[in-house]
């Protein structure tokens, strides 16, 4: 049935060489833990994408619930993590995931560092790694506010002032993250703006960019 | 997209006839890495999927009576009544306003009736139009029903009613449910 309806789409579209480019490909033997057990640290790209993978999931399903507003965003938040069934375990995954993805992504970002795959012709890739870095950093700092509890009202608050301390430009930057003069209302719609639909949008497109990226390039040689 | 790589490469002939069963290492390799990502990618879905439907696996919350007039002030002629009732929402509990049109039949036995058209539902008036005395009538389309609720035009069924108690000389009103009156 399956192969069915695969051929019959396949007859029309020619879509095995597609998902053939993207699947077959080398996987050199130094990147192997099945060869050097030491070759693990190759996987924390890989890993990264997974966490990042759940926090996309999680966090569409999380706002099937929450609430971007100051009366509401913590009751919903409470609502959802104790009386909708697994909340606690989607909240969870979402909560632990953010700060797993930055851990991992750090250790990614060290294995290229210590291997040298930044090197020509690898630059590129390694500038657009670090976009990723700072689009997640902003992913973890706007979403960190969203359940505006204690916590996440005085983070923002020292996050904007460290913002703010910019030289000359600080000031009209704390007032475009708060939109307003004060931590409240508009800085929580607009942190949730950015935390579901600019961040992720932006986030998309530099994984296409890297990902194209060390799929043209290859995966560096060994040391 | 891997049982199908698969698949073709055993119709293509890559892999030499075998008297036994015996799994090709690329057969291997597809149930197990499939496996483990249909693992990896499942469990995570089926809390997220359990969490998104909870609404229609909670209890369904039972209505309470809400206190809604004097049994004196109820007559033959139906009249509206407004009450309040609690309504918990997810995280928002609120006091909505409902309203009902109560009226007493030749036997005496009190009966309230929604207001919600039954059309695309509007809210319906007792004699709200110069055309249909005695009738319930709704401004949006001109549905108009008997003061038992039956529909007469355009309506597709009977005015809802609402569950009725009499107690210490006060009507109760509680859930809406289907007319039962015709």
């Given at each position: 049935?399956?192969?069915?309806?695969?051929?019959?789409?396949?007859?029309?579209?020619?879509?095995?060489?597609?998902?053939?480019?993207?699947?077959?490909?080398?996987?050199?033997?130094h990147?192997?833990?099945?060869?050097?057990?030491?070759?693990?640290?190759?996987?924390?790209?890989?890993?990264?994408?997974?966490?990042?993978?759940?926090?996309?999931?999680?966090?569409?399903?999380?706002?099937?619930?929450?609430?971007?507003?100051?009366?509401?965003?913590?009751k919903?938040?409470?609502?959802?993590?104790?009386?909708v069934?697994?909340?606690?375990i989607?909240r969870?995954?979402?909560?632990?995931?953010?700060?797993?993805?930055?851990?991992?992504?750090?250790?990614?970002?060290?294995?290229?560092?210590?291997?040298?795959?930044?090197?020509?012709?690898?630059?590129m890739?390694?500038i657009?790694?670090?976009?990723?870095?700072?689009?997640?950093?902003?992913?973890?700092f706007?979403?960190?506010?969203?359940?505006?509890?204690n916590?996440?009202?005085?983070?923002?608050?020292?996050?904007?002032?460290?913002?703010?301390?910019?030289?000359?430009?600080?000031?009209?930057?704390?007032i475009?993250?708060?939109?307003?003069?004060i931590?409240?209302?508009?800085?929580?719609?607009?942190?949730?703006?950015?935390?579901?639909?600019?961040?992720?949008?932006?986030?998309?497109?530099?994984l296409?960019?890297h990902f194209?990226?060390?799929?043209?390039?290859?995966?560096?040689?060994?040391? | 997209?891997?049982?199908?790589?698969?698949?073709?490469?055993?119709?293509?002939?890559?892999?030499?006839?075998?008297?036994?069963?015996?799994?090709?290492?690329?057969?291997?390799?597809?149930?197990?890495?499939?496996?483990?990502?249909?693992?990896?990618?499942?469990?995570?879905?089926?809390?997220?999927?359990?969490?998104?439907?909870?609404?229609l696996?909670?209890?369904?919350?039972?209505?309470?009576?809400?206190?809604v007039a004097?049994?004196?002030?109820?007559?033959?002629?139906?009249?509206?009544?407004?009450?309040?009732?609690?309504?918990?929402?997810?995280?928002?509990?609120?006091?909505?306003?409902?309203?009902?049109?109560?009226?007493?039949?030749?036997?005496?036995?009190?009966?309230?009736?929604?207001?919600?058209?039954?059309?695309?539902?509007?809210?319906?008036?007792?004699?709200?139009?110069?055309?249909?005395?005695?009738?319930?009538?709704?401004?949006?389309?001109?549905?108009?029903?008997?003061?038992?609720?039956?529909?007469?035009a355009?309506?597709?069924?009977?005015l809802?009613?609402?569950?009725?108690?009499?107690?210490?000389?006060w009507?109760?009103?509680?859930?809406?449910?289907?007319?039962?009156?015709?």
């Amino acid at each position: 049935m399956l192969k069915s309806v695969y051929n019959w789409i396949d007859e029309r579209l020619d879509i095995t060489p597609m998902w053939r480019d993207v699947a077959d490909h080398e996987v050199p033997e130094h990147v192997n833990p099945a060869h050097h057990f030491s070759a693990f640290v190759y996987c924390f790209g890989g890993l990264t994408f997974f966490i990042t993978v759940i926090q996309i999931l999680s966090g569409m399903f999380l706002t099937m619930y929450f609430v971007p507003d100051i009366i509401n965003a913590y009751k919903s938040v409470d609502y959802l993590q104790h009386k909708v069934a697994f909340g606690v375990i989607v909240r969870g995954m979402h909560h632990w995931g953010a700060s797993l993805v930055i851990v991992m992504m750090f250790l990614h970002t060290l294995r290229v560092f210590f291997t040298g795959s930044y090197k020509a012709p690898r630059e590129m890739n390694w500038i657009v790694g670090m976009l990723i870095f700072f689009v997640m950093l902003g992913l973890g700092f706007t979403g960190y506010l969203l359940p505006w509890d204690n916590k996440a009202y005085y983070a923002t608050k020292v996050g904007i002032q460290i913002a703010a301390s910019v030289p000359y430009a600080g000031e009209y930057i704390a007032i475009f993250l708060q939109g307003g003069d004060i931590v409240g209302a508009q800085t929580l719609t607009r942190f949730f703006a950015l935390h579901v639909f600019f961040l992720p949008g932006a986030l998309l497109a530099l994984l296409g960019a890297h990902f194209f990226m060390i799929r043209k390039q290859g995966i560096s040689g060994p040391l | 997209m891997r049982e199908e790589h698969n698949q073709e490469a055993q119709e293509s002939g890559q892999l030499p006839k075998k008297s036994r069963r015996e799994m090709s290492r690329r057969q291997f390799l597809s149930y197990t890495l499939g496996g483990t990502g249909a693992f990896m990618v499942g469990v995570p879905l089926i809390f997220n999927l359990r969490f998104a439907v909870d609404p229609l696996l909670q209890k369904k919350q039972g209505t309470d009576y809400v206190k809604v007039a004097k049994v004196e002030e109820i007559s033959e002629v139906p009249q509206a009544f407004k009450f309040t009732v609690h309504q918990v929402d997810g995280w928002y509990e609120s006091e909505p306003t409902m309203e009902a049109w109560i009226s007493s039949d030749q036997e005496g036995n009190i009966f309230a009736l929604s207001p919600v058209c039954k059309h695309l539902g509007c809210t319906v008036n007792w004699n709200g139009s110069g055309d249909y005395p005695e009738q319930y009538f709704c401004p949006c389309h001109g549905a108009h029903y008997t003061k038992d609720g039956e529909a007469l035009a355009i309506a597709p069924a009977p005015l809802d009613q609402y569950e009725v108690k009499v107690e210490n000389g006060w009507v109760y009103l509680g859930a809406i449910h289907a007319n039962e009156r015709v």
